[in-house]
């Protein structure tokens, strides 16, 4: 026992579960915090939840917020009227959707004397976007995580001092690809366990914008993608 604690924000991705696994390795213990947000892969859920077990990380504590769907309508996440797209539209934007759940595993981490929270946002995230150079997802921007530690400084007892650390493959300089590279080392083949896309089928679409970033990230990082899609990307 290290005493270190980390509540890292899981969605059953290889991203954040990779990322997560980087810091037990570190001496953290893992407090999964998987949510359930309304998402049409809820898929990802059990996905995370098996996995924590798997990894060694401490009994996952899953938030039942399937109600918040009704905050997000017009994305493709969350409302069943818009489509998925095979590409990077603004539609796939969940407004201030990393926001909302670091300010979750933030209070957490308080109670529970955590003193790290990590979530699987990269480098990829936040390219800038062509038509207005703003990062694609701009809540996956490590400023909005640094403003939040700040905004967390001054909500809670000692008012003022820091007490949460939020960490994100984007924080540490890392793209999609390298931050795969450094979870295959320490996940092996559970890697392809992980669950991307943004449906719920028995397989990976292999069509939507996060298949196809799951299959580069492969392809960049060199490593076999073994990944069971419907559609080969």
């Known amino acids: 026992m290290t005493g270190l604690k980390a509540v890292s924000i899981i969605s059953g991705g290889l991203d954040s579960i990779g990322y997560a696994m980087q810091w037990k390795v570190r001496g953290y213990e893992i407090y999964p915090l998987i949510f359930n947000y309304g998402q049409k892969a809820s898929k990802e859920v059990e996905v995370a939840l098996r996995l924590s077990t798997r990894l060694g990380f401490k009994e996952p504590l899953v938030l039942d917020l399937s109600s918040l769907r009704k905050l997000w309508p017009n994305t493709q996440?969350?409302?069943?009227?818009?489509?998925?797209?095979?590409?990077?539209?603004?539609?796939?934007?969940?407004?201030?959707?990393?926001?909302?759940?670091?300010?979750?595993?933030?209070?957490?981490?308080?109670?529970?004397?955590?003193?790290?929270?990590?979530?699987?946002?990269?480098?990829?995230?936040?390219?800038?976007?062509?038509?207005?150079?703003?990062p694609l997802y701009p809540d996956c921007h490590p400023e909005t995580a640094r403003a939040f530690e700040e905004v967390v400084a001054l909500a809670h007892f000692p008012v003022g001092e820091r007490k949460v650390e939020i960490w994100s493959p984007a924080?540490?300089?890392?793209?999609?690809?390298?931050?795969?590279?450094?979870?295959?080392?320490?996940?092996?083949?559970?890697?392809?366990?992980?669950?991307?896309?943004?449906?719920?089928?028995?397989?990976?679409?292999?069509?939507?914008?996060?298949?196809?970033?799951?299959?580069?990230?492969?392809?960049?990082?060199?490593?076999?993608?073994?990944?069971?899609?419907?559609?080969?990307?």
């Open 77 to 134: 996440l969350t409302d069943e009227k818009v489509g998925v797209e095979t590409e990077y539209m603004p539609t796939v934007v969940v407004p201030i959707r990393n926001v909302v759940f670091l300010s979750l595993a933030c209070a957490y981490s308080l109670s529970i004397g955590a003193s790290v929270v990590t979530y699987g946002a990269h480098l990829n995230d936040i390219t800038p976007r062509q038509d207005t150079g703003e």
């Open 171 to 233: 924080r540490e300089g890392l793209s999609k690809a390298e931050n795969l590279k450094r979870s295959y080392q320490l996940m092996g083949e559970l890697i392809y366990e992980t669950w991307s896309c943004y449906l719920s089928n028995a397989k990976h679409c292999g069509r939507c914008e996060s298949c196809l970033n799951r299959h580069k990230a492969f392809i960049e990082a060199g490593i076999p993608d073994r990944t069971e899609y419907e559609h080969y990307p």
